[in-house]
């Protein structure tokens, strides 16, 4: 009576072993289908290479406005999310500027009207850099280029922006 009490006992464990080394094997198999499925929703917004920054068109003024947003970054199989920043507003002709706010100098980050010394200016703290607001640096100030722009698109009334990119010395 015992004996026939252990084997269902041994059985219900093997049935129970089964079901979920079986369960467990069958999501190994289906989480990567269903994350292919599913990964285009879960992606920030993109267009173009460019990525919606999260501001809206009529919400930029004269005045730079500092905008902060991540993006993914891909080092071989490690993936992580990086932040970006940017100045952005609105020059005399209504164009949309977009700057970045590593200074060309050694890399610090800049602040609009960071000094009360030199208002209207970008200014970087760590050797008291400057650049005028249309990015141009200051000469005499230890930057020797103008900050870099931002690629950008204008979509669904939203800013995009992509890459910085070089310009022309001042
Ligand atoms: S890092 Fe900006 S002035 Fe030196």
């Known amino acids: 009576m015992s004996e026939e009490k252990q084997q269902v006992s041994r059985r219900q464990f093997l049935n129970y072993t089964l079901t979920g080394v079986g369960g467990f094997m069958a999501a190994g198999m289906l989480a990567p289908m269903l ?44 993936e992580s999310q990086v932040s970006r920043s940017a100045w952005v507003f609105k020059d005399d002709n209504g164009d949309i500027q977009a700057f970045s706010p590593i200074c060309k100098h050694l890399g610090c980050v800049v602040s609009w009207e960071g ?56």
Not at 49 to 70: C, F, H, M, S, Y
Not at 141 to 159: I, S
Request: with cysteine; aromatic share 10%.
């Open 35 to 78: 994350r292919m499925a599913v990964d285009p929703v879960l992606k920030e917004e993109k267009h173009g290479g460019l990525i919606n920054v999260g501001l809206a068109v009529e919400d930029i003024t004269n005045e730079p406005q500092r905008v902060d947003w991540k993006i993914d970054q891909v080092d071989g199989w490690y």
């Open 115 to 170: 000094s009360d010394q030199y208002p209207n200016q970008f200014y970087c703290p760590c050797h008291d850099g400057r650049y005028y607001k249309d990015g141009t640096n200051v000469p005499g100030t230890p930057p020797l280029a103008p900050l870099d722009v931002y690629e950008q698109e204008v979509k669904d009334g939203m800013l995009f922006l992509g890459e910085p990119q070089l310009r022309e010395e001042a």
